[in-house]
Antibody, heavy 123, light 108 residues
Framework: QVQLQESGPGLVKPSQTLSLTCTVSGGSIRSGDYYWNWIRQHPGKGLEWIGHIYYSGSPYYNPSLKSRVTISVDTSKNQFSLKLSSVTAADTAVYYCASQYSSSPGGEYFDNWGQGTLVTVSS | EIVMTQSPATLSVSPGERATLSCRASQSVRSNLAWYQQKPGQAPRLLIYDASTRATGIPARFSGSGSGTEFTLTISSLQSEDFAVYYC??????????FGQGTKLEIK
């Protein structure tokens, strides 16, 4: 079973760029069965999909965040990454990386999740 | 964007009883729906996909039903470990993939 682990700073200053990395173990990020996702959860709130990437394809983003998000993949390190620019306090959340099973173009359900990492935006 | 609406927001049920959680989509998602369980301080865990298929290792007391715009998650006999927040998620139309706002299942 694929395991995922987020890493990155827990505190980011307003207007700066949030950067997180997800390391995949127990399987290859080059697996054709998966998309690789970032999902966030504001404190005490529900889940918001940020975007995903296929190992050999273009990323897709939530239109509400598209102008500020970049997701990339490093197959040599079995990792994928999130960058969110121009952050504000509204970006304070727990950020999860997750694998998303895909039997056809586009992903389906999120079957494996990292433990999540809290990122606080504050000066 | 497809809006997923869950009801009720909070459900109080006694251990051993049946719990029924609802999820409604703003337009048809066919059977492209998943359910997740989230406990405090933990990541969500996949329970059900394709509206009614249990994920690996999920007990048989969890069942899903529905298609189109109306879906139900049923927990047949609540165990203490089942008290948590439950989310539905559609993957029929994207981007974005969207989740419901969650139903908190609490002990009565």
């Amino acid at each position: 079973q694929v395991q995922l682990q987020e890493s990155g700073p827990g505190l980011v200053k307003p207007s700066q760029t949030l950067s997180l990395t997800c390391t995949v173990s127990g399987g290859s990020i080059r697996s054709g069965d998966y998309y690789w996702n970032w999902i966030r959860q504001h404190p005490g709130k529900g889940l918001e999909w940020i975007g995903h990437i296929y190992y050999s394809g273009s990323p897709y983003y939530n239109p509400s965040l598209k102008s500020r998000v970049t997701i990339s993949v490093d197959t040599s390190k079995n990792q994928f990454s999130l960058k969110l620019s121009s952050v504000t306090a509204a970006d304070t959340a727990v950020y999860y990386c997750a694998s998303q099973y895909s039997s056809s173009p586009g992903g389906e359900y999120f079957d494996n999740w990292g433990q999540g990492t809290l990122v606080t935006v504050s000066s | 964007e497809i809006v997923m609406t869950q009801s009720p927001a909070t459900l109080s049920v006694s251990p051993g009883e049946r719990a029924t959680l609802s999820c409604r989509a703003s337009q048809s998602v066919r059977s492209n729906l998943a359910w997740y369980q989230q406990k405090p301080g933990q990541a969500p865990r996949l329970l059900i996909y394709d509206a009614s298929t249990r994920a690996t290792g999920i007990p048989a007391r969890f069942s899903g039903s529905g298609s189109g715009t109306e879906f139900t998650l049923t927990i047949s006999s609540l165990q203490s470990e089942d008290f948590a927040v439950y989310y539905c998620q559609q993957y029929n139309t994207w981007p974005p993939y969207t989740f419901g706002q969650g139903t908190k299942l609490e002990i009565k």
